[in-house]
């Protein structure tokens, strides 16, 4: 989105137009750029990648989906994602957290403090801040697509992981250094997304199998992890009697988690009486991030599927904590030195 010259009235999507500050640029000029730096620019014969475009057009559709609600279309991720506005919005509705920073920056050095602030935010979600990163708040507020496509590949794979990003997409790369006897130029092959091989190699899971081929047990196993649920959340007070509904605002989820694992949740990480559907997305997000951690989830799970109560979803979920304590329960009553 560029900024309309020559308007003397402000039409209905002039605001947003006026706040793209910034000029996408060029490959530099030797005097622009600062020497011993380097910089990276993407070659046409990159960005007319089929791959490349494939990948641009499914994180812009999936942004766009998770903007609809706020009235937010995205229709450049070079253009429209530089000033932290859209990345702002983006990540409060995957995370359901808040932000102290202002809704409309309209300078210049707003729209960067507004950016550095979100991304700080972001880099937090990610649990990415000792990590070296493919993005930097100068790379996106110079409109750097190969760094803006770095980074939504890593909030897609985090917050919605079933998102069917094409995968192994490469892209050359031209990477310009000033130096003493003027600009070198190297090319290089730069990877967006993993390869296939990479992945989990396992498309469907146990349950994918159970719904589809014996959807009569799915009740027997819905009651089997209800009773053990009921168990661990007895000494709370607690108890369980629809997984599909009851999970949806992950709050039986932490608590549950709190009791097998040992965590100790403070009132202010989470919500204990949320009361809309982002809080309910903060609280279940949390869950799986400490499921993650402990190595729990072998199947990705888009925690937005909880909170819309899918029950294969929140059957995964649940299972997975089943299987570790109710077996290792079972283990610890067998007998020892029992023939069987």
Known sequence: MAARAGKAEMEPESLYNLLQLPKAVGRPAEEELPQGEKKKYLPPTSRG??????????????I???LL????????LEEDIFDGLILHHLFQMLTGLRLDVEEMALTVPNQRRKLEAVLEAVNRSLRAEDQPLKWSVDAIFNKDLLATLHLLVALAKRFQPDLPLPTNVQVEVITMESTKSGLKSEKSMEQLTECSTD?????????DELFKLAPEKVNAVKEAIVNFVNQKLDRLGLSVQNLDTQFADGVLLLLLIGQLEGFFLHLKEFY???TSPAEMLH??????ELLKDEGLLSYPINPEDIVNKDP????RVLYSLFRKH???ENADSTPRGSPN
């Open 199 to 207: 992945k989990d190699p396992a498309t469907k899971d146990v349950f």
């Open 69 to 76: 609600p706020e009235h937010i279309v995205v229709r450049s």
């Open 64 to 66: 766009n989906a998770k």
């Open 312 to 315: 294969k979803s929140t059957l």
């Open 326 to 328: 109710k077996l290792k």
């Open 272 to 274: 204990l009486t949320p």
């Open 49 to 62: 990648d089929p791959k490349f475009g494939e990948l641009q057009k499914v994180l812009m559709e999936w």
């Open 283 to 288: 609280n279940v997000t949390l869950a799986l």
